[in-house]
């Protein structure tokens, strides 16, 4: 057994014990933010090629066996959401350093973010059940403090609503938690799922299906239970704001895909279909939400909830194909949103405003901007060969196929509301004559232009590379499809 | 990748280097590089004509995505080289214009080019693409330079209201094409629209079989701005006049065109087909000619004119599919319609695109294109005029332009549906030749419209900026080429007949040609005093009476109500879509926390309280458990009562100590639980917080909230009490279903043994589950930075509130 696994967790969280230890220089801080990122970014590679080549990697902490102690489990699915999850960090941080502002950087910013990145790196490879809850709260406390670090009026009312819906989701997931482990009598995933499909016709197994379903969905964002989202996505500045609409509704719904392949598909007319139904609500509000804001913040945080819709749509349909589209669309999102959120961060920094009607004409002074924002727009709304093209283009075909055509159907229109929300964003901003002529001089906007321009980069090759990532794509499907590949390699029957 | 990928790729390598060209070189205008580009393309592509002439193809593959069977595949056949024809030659004329057209040092002219290429390369992979994924990426590309070139002045409004529109419309139906294309896939089982052509008649018997056609047709139906789709096509007419000649007359539009003819062999079988392109098309020919006649802005003539000759084209394809369905049927008489819609696509691309460059002529010297400012100008512009004769008379239908035969040969067609009784079409068979000839008065109208009122009558100098003169000579070439093109292809129509035509029309119909056999195509002037020709004669005789009384009858048009167009349908649409979704979000996102908790937790009654009922999932077995004893009684009657106390508390100080009697309680039930150790962990837990809160408060001033009586709101305590059932319901039936041993047996064996300790809890937390504990240890970490932040940093203290700093 080797311990590679573990290193996407441990580097953050030694960062952080570290940078906690040099609060009072701002330039350690940034060295240190960056090399351990970086590292944290090089391991998770190095993690994937090791999935890649031998399937399946697994510890067991404390070397007590499973399902008796707590295992991490690097399948492919996780792997892959934690490289993306690293580099999406490495480039929020790089972009910090011009933006962030000098008091929050003395005040544990960037622990703060390593420790945000522990979180969500240890959702992800988790095997446990209940190590996931603590993993959640790691990411929700990181948040609590990223959403209020500053102290701004707008920061604290927004926070208080976050933390509590955030407190009384956690107290649910600790009931559901609870539940499950009455029901199955073991905390271990893999050991859970063996047991559930041995009672997979008892009716409390759809229940506590329902009952995870809210639990996720309160992070994830879906309908009807994302409404704290929008208020308090908007309240923090762009980078930090990047971290959660990129990574934060992601675990989430990684968590329902992962359950919902895992223990809960035994039920499928009734579970799936319930999923299907708030898929399809999620990306009408989230649509109406879009449309509904003239404001920079406002536009792209409802974005995400359509996002959101989509991807419940793909898991919902529950095919090989969809899985795949689900997952090809889920890290497609998690780039293109910390790209857009950052160029959104750039367009505020400029103007000094997020409201459309007070912004305009930015393309003469800042053209490379503007086109990087429009490319990354077309992304979003999945406009081949970008990225989000292969994600909805197998999660549509699914739904045709399975003959879910009003799910297929809403989410090719979805995506007519993305388009619309954005382009008007990008007119508004860079073509509309601006009510106040701009100021002559150019602000400079190269260090925070550089790491959001490298993420739309990213998502652009990813979309053209589709065929690259394709066979990783399809290993993480396989697991999720035959639950039995991840039982096997964490039980070792 | 063979010659034709590159062909395709060449545009978008080469509007990289346009920037460069444009910087390097700027005392040339950027024009005369571009201008190679298209030239090369129709030299090469013109070497494909011996190969389509024998009705053979060129199929040519490179892997994109194969593993989804995503290629980029080009496909050459008649049908293909016609449309690359087309838009590399038009492409060529009207990058020359735009040279004259527009300024060298006043416009933006390497953005100009970019999107002219990217549009050109768009459009040959739309045409030449076989895999219908890849054909839909080239579709949205061309939507979205598109939707540059019409924002190119992108300061006036109406240039981005107008490219928003056209975004909107066009991206609208491709999303829902690409729908059509993967029902079609997954009925086919492949990407490849010649595989998919060869399944036909398995997929005409697919239950999927409408839906897929219907998606692809509104995929068609918006790119080639069909009724009710056209609306964003006049205001495409925002774009600079070269932009508006290519991609919206004479190109992009007829994409639509393209996919309707290249699904023939898939979808044609069906009459369903028939009957929606035809009488779709049918219907929006005589719509937009109609409306044509009363616009006042010469290039809103001409895109109604557009939109009108498109849907001419399209119902021609409509009627033409009959052959495929009819086998039995003389196939000349429908192939017919197809060769007719085939040449008429071409004649349209000549004499629209010269009337295009005219009307930009126009504009460019006099500085105006209202109809009702000009008049007269036949002395200044003698060749523009000659043009605009050439154009507009061979628009009408009159000998001896192309024109003429075209519309002849719809005449034809339309005549000829009366003649065979085709599905069940008796008492509606008239109405196609009947409209077909409304249509064409109103056709013939506008085209002396745009003549006349132009170029005759009086001049009036005072209305117009500057003084009219004849256009430069680089400018006039374009045109003057097309318009020569338009009396060739009038004098001498069969040059076209075996070259270009028939291989294109044998690509829609190829099923009924037998094999090693061709069309006959063959298109002559006279046939002798035949229904069509009297159908031509009576077009310009009511055409000339309703023109010259023009203001009588015109008054018609006000009787329209201005607020039920189409046009006021998409903004009142679009504005109650903004309007509506802003009011439908702001009416749910109150801002209250509270709000948003009863969302929450109705939606968590709702939930699983519908499936606990529907799965009939609740379970009571009290078998294992322990009997209710009088301590447990007083203990939960303690607990419920300093409960309720905090609800109903005045003060700060007894909601606390309300507080601490709740913990207190459920430490007293740990000790009646035989777990003491909790039960001193709870203890000093609550102490220590409850002696917190204590000294936190002290230092908080009094609310006068709490003072208040607070009212009692039967809503929320409705769902407090529904989540506290539903929560109680579940644990007693998750309680009651333990189907299997706890792995905590485990732990009881080896809490001694393997771990070497005593107290199993604690073994549990350093132990078995340190990494827990080593985690919920970093989140109390977390929150000690957080709290120490927040109450030490205040950013807007300094007034500093821009987050960015």
């Known amino acids: 057994m080797i311990n590679l696994p573990i290193l996407p967790i441990l580097l953050p969280l030694v960062a952080a014990v570290l940078l906690m230890f040099l609060s009072k220089s701002v330039k350690a801080q940034r060295i240190v933010s960056v090399i351990a990122s970086a590292a944290t970014v090089l391991a998770a590679a190095v993690v994937l090629l090791k999935v890649k080549a031998d399937g399946i990697q697994t510890i067991d902490m404390g070397s007590w066996p499973a399902p008796f102690g707590i295992t991490l489990v690097s399948d492919m699915l996780s792997i892959l959401l934690v490289l993306t999850a690293s580099i999406i960090t490495l480039c929020v941080v790089l972009y910090s350093f011009g933006s962030i502002g000098s008091g929050r950087e003395a005040f544990y910013y960037y622990p703060i973010v390593q420790f945000l990145l522990v979180g969500v790196n240890g959702s992800f490879t988790t095997g446990d059940i209940f190590n996931l809850f603590v993993f959640f709260e790691i990411m929700l406390m990181s948040s609590y403090v990223l959403i209020v670090i500053g102290g701004t009026k707008v920061q604290l009312r927004e926070s208080i609503k976050y933390v509590l819906v955030n407190v009384i989701s956690s107290a649910i997931f600790v009931i559901a938690v609870g539940f499950l482990y009455s029901v199955t009598g073991s905390l271990n995933m893999a050991h859970i799922s063996t047991r559930i499909s041995e009672i997979s016709a008892e009716p409390i197994i759809t229940v506590l299906a329902i009952l995870f379903l809210i639990v996720f969905g309160l992070k994830g964002g879906i309908f009807p239970l994302y409404f704290w989202l929008p208020g308090s996505y908007a309240a923090p500045p762009a980078p930090i704001l990047a971290l959660f609409g990129a990574l934060l509704t992601k675990v989430g719904v990684y968590a329902i895909l992962r359950t919902y392949t895992l223990f809960f598909y035994h039920d499928q007319p009734f579970t799936h279909d319930i999923l299907a139904l708030l898929a399809l609500l999620t990306m009408v509000a989230g649509s109406i939400g879009a449309l509904a804001y003239k404001d920079v913040k406002q536009i792209l945080i409802y974005n995400i909830i359509i996002a959101v819709g989509v991807l419940l749509f793909g898991i919902a349909v529950m095919t090989e194909e969809s899985i795949a589209g689900t997952i090809f669309y889920l890290v497609h999102d998690m780039i293109i949103k910390a790209g857009l959120f950052l160029l959104g961060g750039i367009m505020i920094y400029i103007t000094g405003t997020s409201d459309l009607n007070k912004m305009g004409g930015l393309i003469r002074q800042y053209p490379a901007l503007g086109w990087t924002f429009l490319i990354a727009s077309f992304a979003l709304v999945g406009i081949p060969p970008l990225s989000g093209f292969t994600g909805k283009l197998l999660i549509v075909r699914a739904g045709f196929e399975t003959g879910e055509y009003v799910g297929a159907i809403v989410v090719l229109l979805s995506s007519l509301a993305v388009l619309y929300s954005v382009v008007n964003l990008f007119m508004d901003v860079f073509w509309k004559k601006p009510e106040i002529p701009l100021p002559e001089t150019k602000k400079q906007t190269a260090s925070l232009f550089i790491p959001a321009a490298v993420l739309v980069i990213l998502s652009v090759l990813y979309g053209v590379g589709t065929e690259v990532v394709y066979p990783y794509v399809m290993q993480a499907v396989d697991t999720l499809i035959h639950p039995e590949i991840y039982i096997d390699a964490v039980l070792k029957e | ?805």
């Not at chain 2, 910087?23 to 592509?45: E, M, N, S």
């Not at chain 2, 004849?470 to 006039?476: D, K, N, S, V, W």
């Not at chain 2, 023109?547 to 015109?554: A, L």
């Open chain 2, 1 to 805: 990748m063979s010659l034709l990928h590159w062909a395709v790729l060449a545009p978008f390598i080469m509007a990289v280097f346009v920037p460069v060209l444009r910087k390097k070189a700027a005392l040339i205008h950027t024009g005369w590089f571009v201008l190679i580009l298209p030239i090369v393309l129709f030299g090469t592509f013109l070497q494909y004509l011996p190969v389509t002439m024998n009705n053979n193809t060129v199929m040519q593959t490179a892997p994109w995505i194969p593993s989804l069977g995503i290629d980029f595949t080009v496909y050459m056949d008649g049908l293909s080289l016609l449309f690359a024809l087309l838009i590399t030659g038009i492409g060529a004329l009207v990058v020359l214009y735009s040279i004259y057209y527009l300024s060298k040092t006043k416009e933006s002219l390497h953005h100009f080019y970019v999107y002219l290429l990217m549009f050109m390369g768009a459009m040959l992979g739309v045409v030449l693409s076989d895999n219908v994924i890849t054909l839909y990426m080239f579709w949205e590309f061309t939507s979205i330079s598109s939707f540059l070139l019409i924002a190119y002045w992108y300061d006036r409004d109406r240039s981005r209201y107008g490219a928003l529109k056209s975004m909107l419309v066009t991206v609208f139906g491709g999303l829902i094409m690409l729908g059509g294309f993967l029902v079609l896939s997954i009925m086919g089982n492949t990407f490849s629209i010649r595989e998919l052509a060869a399944r036909a008649p398995e997929l005409n018997e697919h239950p999927l079989f409408l839906l897929a056609m219907i998606l692809v047709l509104l995929g068609a139906f918006t790119k080639s701005a069909q009724f009710p789709f056209y609306i964003w096509l006049p205001d495409a007419m925002e774009a600079p006049t070269p932009v508006s000649a290519y991609l919206h007359s004479a190109t992009m539009v007829k994409a639509g065109i393209y996919l309707v003819a290249r699904f023939s062999p898939i979808f044609a079988f069906s009459g369903y087909w028939f009957w929606i392109v035809g009488a779709v098309g049918l219907f929006t020919m005589v719509w937009a000619s109609f409306n044509a006649v009363k616009q006042t802005d010469l290039k809103s003539i001409l895109a109604f004119s557009t939109v009108s000759q498109l849907g001419l084209i399209m119902s021609l394809l409509g009627i033409g599919a009959a052959s495929l369905h009819f086998e039995t049927l003389d196939d000349n008489i429908f192939t017919a319609a197809v060769i007719a819609a085939v040449f008429h696509l071409i004649n349209h691309a000549t004499f629209k695109g010269s009337l295009f460059m005219v009307v930009g002529i126009i504009d460019h010297e006099t500085g105006t294109r209202d109809i009702r400012k000009l008049g007269g100008l036949m002395s200044f512009m003698p060749i523009t005029f000659t043009l605009s004769v050439i154009g507009a008379f061979s628009m009408a239908g009159l000998p001896p332009f192309n024109g003429f035969l075209s519309k002849e040969m719809f005449f034809l067609s339309m005549v000829q549906l009366i003649e065979l009784n085709l599905f069940n079409i008796e008492t509606w068979a008239i109405l196609f030749p009947v409209l077909a000839w409304v249509g064409s008065v109103f056709t013939f109208i506008y085209s002396m419209i745009i003549v006349f009122n132009v170029f005759t009558g009086k001049f009036q100098p005072e209305k117009i900026e500057k003084k009219p003169q004849e256009a430069p000579i680089g400018m006039l070439i374009s045109p003057i080429v097309l318009a020569s093109l338009v009396v060739v292809f009038g004098l001498f129509p069969n040059l076209l007949s075996y070259s270009l035509i028939q291989p294109a029309a044998a690509a829609i119909v190829p099923s009924i040609i037998p094999a090693g056999e061709q069309l006959d195509v063959h298109i002559s002037f006279w046939h002798g005093i035949t229904a069509e020709l009297l159908m031509t004669i009576g077009v310009i005789a009511a055409g000339i009476l309703l023109f010259k009384f023009m203001p009588k009858w015109g008054r018609v048009y006000d009787h329209f109500p201005g607020k039920v167009t189409l046009n006021q349908f998409y903004n009142s649409g679009l504005y109650a879509a903004e309007r509506g979704s802003n009011a439908i979000t702001n009416a749910y996102m109150t801002g209250f926390i509270r709000s948003y908790l009863v969302y929450i937790f109705t939606f968590f009654i709702a939930a699983l309280g519908f499936t606990m009922w529907a799965k009939d999932a609740f379970r009571y077995d009290a078998s294992a458990a322990a009997p209710i004893g009088l301590y447990e009684v007083c203990l939960i009657v303690v607990l419920l009562a300093a409960t309720l106390t905090i609800l109903m508390a005045k003060s700060r100080l007894t909601s606390i100590i309300s507080l601490g009697a709740v913990g207190y309680t459920v430490s007293l039930f740990f000790v009646i639980f035989r777990a003491p150790d909790l039960a001193l962990t709870q203890l000093v837990i609550e102490t220590v917080s409850t002696a917190l809160f204590l000294l936190c408060f002290y230092h908080l001033p009094k609310l006068s909230r709490h003072e208040e009586k607070r009212r009692f709101q039967a809503g929320n305590a409705i769902i407090a009490a529904g989540v506290g059932v539903i929560v109680t319901l579940l644990g007693i039936s998750a309680h009651s279903s333990k189907f299997f041993p706890s792995i905590n047996e485990y732990y009881v064996e080896n809490t001694y043994e393997k771990a070497g300790g005593e107290n199993m809890v604690n073994v549990i937390l350093v132990d078995f589950r340190g990494f827990d504990t080593l985690f919920e240890i970093s989140v109390l970490s977390v929150a000690a930075l957080g709290i120490y932040g927040l109450i030490k940093l205040r950013l807007e203290k300094g007034g500093e509130t821009n987050e960015n700093e």
